[in-house]
Each structure stands twice: as C-alpha cells, then as structure tokens.
C-alpha cells in the first residue's frame, strides 16, 4: 500500500469541499483506496488529505491526471500542493 499525503492552501474550504466531494467517484475509478481530510488547527484553510493507492504507479498517474489539476483550479487551491507518496514499512 501508498499512502499519498497532499498539502495546500484553500481560497475558502467549503468550497473546496464541495468539489472535493464531487469527485469521490473519479479518485475511486482512479485507485483510492481510502482518503481522510484534515484541517490545521490554528488555520482552517491550511488542507491536509491523504490517499491510499495500491501501489506508487497508481499514485503517480492519479496525480498526474489533467482533471485532477482542473478540480483543484475549480476547488480554489492556492499555489502548488505539496505531494508526498510513502510505503508502509
């Protein structure tokens, strides 16, 4: 198993949220396996989401995918993610 963990910033996270949401049915067809969605405490539009993949190509081409990058555009995601992909040791 990979777990992918994504950090960014949000312009608003309702918003953000309801694009999230809505694509439930892409990350699934696309390899996740399971996800959470965590907020930092002391700023709630500082975004923390992880992604289980069965392996690190499943990930890889889940966050390369040109309508994953158009969802985050919709969502308001500010700047670039930060993307990080680890196995289970």
């Known amino acids: ?3 992918s963990f994504v950090r960014h910033r949000v312009r ?3 918003a953000w949220r309801q694009v999230y949401d809505g694509f439930a049915d892409v990350q699934r067809e696309h390899g996740v396996r399971a996800e959470a969605v965590f907020r930092m405490v002391d700023d709630p539009n500082d975004v ?3 992604h289980d993949f069965d392996d690190a190509g499943s990930a890889q081409a889940f966050f390369g ?3 994953l990058k158009d969802a985050m555009m919709r969502a308001g995601v500010e700047g670039e ?3 990080w992909l680890a ?3």
């Open 65 to 67: 995918m040109a309508e």
């Open 87 to 89: 196995e289970r040791s």
């Open 1 to 3: 198993m990979v777990r």
């Open 48 to 50: 923390l989401v992880t």
């Open 12 to 14: 608003d996270y309702d």
């Open 81 to 83: 993610p930060t993307v």
